[in-house]
């Protein structure tokens, strides 16, 4: 991943495995210095992913973070029905499958 993690007066010299990823109303960069990693294929063994967004959403349309779901192989996109940019209020349904997720994800 090329990131390391930092705490308070402490380094991690390698970040920890990632299980998976929770995405909340994100989209492709769209830095020119970017570019070539969407046109690359993506790394072979990326973490599950589940990828909310608002069909409301005005800064980040619905089909921008589909095309980000798209580029991680496996990831489900899950539209919230009446949701905005803002993290939303999950409803009992969405909690549920993000619980699943995470269980599954965790082993």
């Not at 990831?75 to 993000?98: F, M, T």
């Amino acid at each position: 991943w090329g990131a390391h993690l930092r705490a308070p007066g402490r380094a991690f010299p390698r970040p920890p495995p990632i299980k998976f990823l929770v995405i909340m109303s994100s989209r492709r960069s769209r830095a020119t210095e970017h570019q070539s990693l969407w046109e690359a294929p993506p790394p072979a063994k990326l973490p599950k992913a589940l990828v909310f967004y608002g069909d409301k959403d005005k800064a980040i349309a619905p089909e921008e973070v589909q095309r980000l779901a798209s580029t991680i192989q496996g990831a489900e996109a899950v539209c919230i029905r009446g949701s905005d940019h803002r993290v939303p209020q999950l409803s009992e349904e969405h909690v549920r499958k993000l619980v699943v997720f995470v269980q599954d994800s965790l082993g």
